[in-house]
């Protein structure tokens, strides 16, 4: 069975420094940490808080052709979880045809938050979820996730990422 979902933050890993989004049930009576890169963390972060470049940074081109063609983001899937890793499809439509393209799970929250799509996750994920070693509990995720949010926008600079200067 599917659980609908929202991205409730961002956080960083204290002992990994590694970006983090949580997602959490409707109710937000359940929650997932999913480890991301800092490239999808950026790309998630500025759109939750609404920031817009002078041009186009990856998901929103990707969005920005999606919509060009004519294809619905109907939803996007965290479907499997296999060791540490997460796997996700993204759920396309055009004309009648369906279409799923197996995503990163971060690559596919950026883009579902740019399409306005619904995020869901299957509820074996969030079982097996339940069984990584995250080092801190989800309750300690929620208390560090708003500072750290700001702390990860305020400190982002252009060497970040890398030579591609905006």
């Given amino acids: ?4 979902m929202k991205v409730s933050g961002l956080t960083i890993d204290p002992i990994t420094n590694t970006p983090i989004v949580i997602l959490k049930d409707m109710q937000e009576s ?13 790309a998630i972060a500025t759109e939750l808080e609404k920031i817009v470049f002078p041009r186009p940074m990856t998901h929103d081109l990707f969005n920005e ?8 983001v109907n939803r996007i899937e965290i479907a499997d979880i296999r060791g540490n890793t997460f796997f996700a499809n993204i759920y396309l ?17 950026a883009i579902a938050l740019r399409a306005h799509a619904p ?7 969030i079982e ?20 750290k949010i700001k702390e990860f926008l305020e400190n982002l600079s252009a060497e970040d ?5 905006m």
Avoid: H
């Avoid at 439509?93 to 929250?109: K, N, W």
């Avoid at 995020?119 to 994920?125: A, L, M, Q």
């Avoid at 097996?128 to 500072?147: C, Y």
């Avoid at 990422?161 to 200067?165: D, P, S, T, V």
């Fill in 161 to 165: 990422f890398g030579k591609y200067k």
């Fill in 30 to 42: 359940k929650a997932i940490p999913i480890w991301i890169g800092l490239f999808e963390a950026s």
């Fill in 119 to 125: 995020i869901f996750v299957d509820e074996n994920v």
């Fill in 1 to 4: 069975m599917l659980v609908e």
């Fill in 128 to 147: 097996k979820s339940r069984n990584i070693d995250l080092g801190i509990k989800l309750s300690d995720l929620d208390q560090l996730k708003e500072d």
């Fill in 93 to 109: 439509s055009r004309e009648g045809q369906d279409f799923t393209i197996d995503a990163r799970p971060s690559d596919a929250i």
């Fill in 65 to 72: 052709c999606l919509k060009s063609l004519n294809v619905t």
